[in-house]
């Protein structure tokens, strides 16, 4: 989750402040990028059996979730009083 987080963050830092379709498709992407694996360990861990589905809860409560919310706060935050750009001018 680290590494596609991290990389997630880099390009929406850089399309920060650009088009808002390009920023839009780099906060999409990053969060389904994210999600498909989190889908992928729950399977692994149902598979596994064990202890290993509480174990990667806790994880994605530790890593995923605080990510996630961070990031729509800050952007949030960021843009607030000029949303992202989708307004209609005039």
Same mark, same amino acid.
């Given at each position: 989750?680290?590494?596609?987080?991290?990389?997630?963050?880099?390009? +929406?830092? *850089?399309?920060?402040?650009?088009?808002? @379709?390009?920023?839009?498709?780099?906060?999409?992407? /990053?969060?389904?990028?994210?999600?498909? +694996?989190?889908?992928?360990?729950?399977?692994?861990?149902?598979?596994?059996?064990? =202890?290993? /589905?509480?174990?990667?809860?806790? /994880?994605?409560?530790?890593?995923?979730?605080?990510?996630?919310?961070?990031?729509?706060?800050?952007?949030? *935050?960021?843009? =607030?009083? @000029?949303?992202? /750009?989708?307004?209609?001018? =005039?």
């Amino acid at each position: 989750m680290a590494l596609p987080g991290i990389a997630g963050g880099a390009w +929406l830092a *850089r399309e920060h402040g650009r088009s808002a @379709q390009r920023f839009l498709i780099a906060l999409a992407a /990053g969060f389904v990028t994210r999600l498909v +694996l989190a889908g992928s360990a729950a399977f692994f861990a149902a598979k596994a059996g064990g =202890g290993a /589905g509480l174990a990667l809860l806790f /994880g994605l409560a530790a890593g995923f979730v605080p990510l996630t919310a961070f990031e729509m706060i800050w952007f949030v *935050r960021a843009r =607030g009083a @000029q949303g992202l /750009g989708t307004e209609p001018r =005039g």
